[in-house]
């Protein structure tokens, strides 16, 4: 018995979920667990003021469990503050599943965990996340409606992360024009961090340009392929943001800009796909503003991918979709512009914008 480790007065000071420190108001948390195929998931709902909330599955073997329910909490709430900012009608949702994607990821896995998306009867949307594919999300079609991100063949607007890394250059290139007074990045050292499905389409994009593009990855596998298609440099040092360079582009996981990190940066530019990249968004926003790096509000610039979900749920084409994508760069320039005019960080300036418009319907309704 847990008792017997632990007393119930020592049990009583961990508040483990209403205080969490990434607890911020959400509305629900789902705890999913299936014995059979070996499921354990959270799904969370951050807030539903603007639509159902929709947000990708992500399946990592996250050391603790506190961990999960650490980045399930921050990445639903990312969600809300994104699909605002770029005006979806949506709210902000995001699911986590605990394990080995590579070993652990079965079809009746994901099959079970439709069945749990879909007790939630559309108040929770899923999608491709860190770990998933688009054959994933057609598994989870079986079972419900309650899914995006599917493939083509089956109805889908397909793999959205080829349109978060189209998203994220267009980001970056806002921020290039903020930083350098040009957005062409021909030239420009960029570090990319991650190259997976959004962190290779980004090279893509950079390779396209003439940038001079550096890639890390724990995968080397990954790094071989997309080192040897795009005729990017493979960064082989151990102290990747200390580096010299004009930009840095995370595209792994969050909270990359930390405290151990924050007083490396060599960058001048900071934009990239990953969410959640400030460890903490009011100290490190503000410590990346003092010294003068500009930073391209993640859940801004990394929007592609639901603007290319939703458009299964609205039923626009490939046309709007770009048309939504290639706006991030207006919007990113105006973010980081009003940031300066009125003395505070881009991630508050981004943040005010779609906290505005979540509470101007809220009032509405
Ligand atoms: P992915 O799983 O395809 O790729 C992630 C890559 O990061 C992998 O190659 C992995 O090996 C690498 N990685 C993990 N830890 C690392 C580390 N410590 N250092 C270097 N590399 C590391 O995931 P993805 O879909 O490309 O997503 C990447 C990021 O973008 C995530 O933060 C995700 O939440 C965010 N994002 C993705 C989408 C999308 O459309 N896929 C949309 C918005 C945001």
Same mark, same amino acid.
């Given at each position: ?8 007065s ?11 420190l ?103 949307i ?19 409606p ?7 063949e ?75 298609k ?12 200390? !580096?010299?360079? *004009? =930009?840095? %582009?995370?595209? /792994? ?6 405290? $151990?990190?924050?007083?490396?940066? #060599? ?7 990953a ?21 391209a509000?993640d ?5 592609g ?5 939703y458009a ?18 207006n919007?990113t ?6 940031? !300066?005019?009125? *003395? =505070?960080? %881009?991630?508050? /300036? ?6 505005? $418009?979540?509470?101007?319907?809220? #009032?509405?309704?």
């Amino acid at each position: 018995m847990v008792t017997d480790l632990i007393s119930t007065s020592d049990l009583s000071k961990v508040d483990p979920v209403f205080g969490q420190l990434s607890f911020d108001n959400h509305e629900q948390l789902v705890f999913c667990n299936d014995k059979d195929t070996g499921l354990r998931a959270i799904i969370g709902i951050h807030n539903t003021t603007l639509g159902p909330a929709l947000g990708g599955t992500r399946m990592w073997n996250y050391e603790t469990e506190w961990d999960a329910l650490n980045d399930v909490l921050r990445l639903s709430r990312g969600m809300t503050f994104k699909a605002a900012i770029t005006g979806l009608n949506l709210g902000g949702g995001k699911a986590v599943i605990i394990g080995d994607a590579k070993t652990q990821k079965t079809p009746e896995l994901m099959k079970r965990f439709g069945e749990f998306v879909h007790s939630l009867s559309g108040r929770y949307i899923t999608a491709e996340d860190v770990g998933m594919e688009t054959k994933d999300m057609d598994l989870v079609r079986e079972v419900t409606p309650y899914v995006t991100g599917i493939s083509e063949e089956k109805g889908g607007a397909g793999n959205p992360s080829p349109i978060t890394a189209y998203g994220v250059f267009m980001g970056m290139k806002a921020a290039a024009k903020y930083a350098f007074g040009s957005e062409i990045l021909e030239d420009r050292t960029v570090y990319v961090e991650g190259i997976g499905n959004v962190g290779e389409a980004l090279v893509e994009n950079l390779s396209n340009e003439g940038a001079k593009i550096f890639i890390s990855d724990i995968n080397q596998e990954r790094l071989d392929y997309v080192s040897k298609k795009y005729n990017a440099s493979i960064y082989t040092g151990n102290d990747l943001y200390s !580096e010299e360079m *004009d =930009i840095y %582009a995370p595209c /792994a996981l969050g909270a990359t800009i930390n405290d $151990r990190t924050i007083h490396q940066f #060599k960058a001048k530019v900071i934009a990239g796909g990953a969410n959640n990249q400030l460890a903490d968004e009011h100290k490190h926003g503000l410590l990346l503003r003092d010294r003068g790096i500009v930073y391209a509000p993640d859940f801004l610039i990394n929007a592609g991918g639901i603007i290319n979900v939703y458009a299964e749920l609205e039923n626009y084409g490939r046309h709007e979709i770009i048309r939504k994508t290639e706006n991030i760069f207006n919007t990113t320039l105006e973010i980081l512009q009003n940031a !300066e005019t009125n *003395d =505070i960080t %881009a991630h508050q /300036a981004a943040f005010d914008v779609a906290q505005a $418009r979540i509470d101007a319907r809220k #009032k509405e309704n």
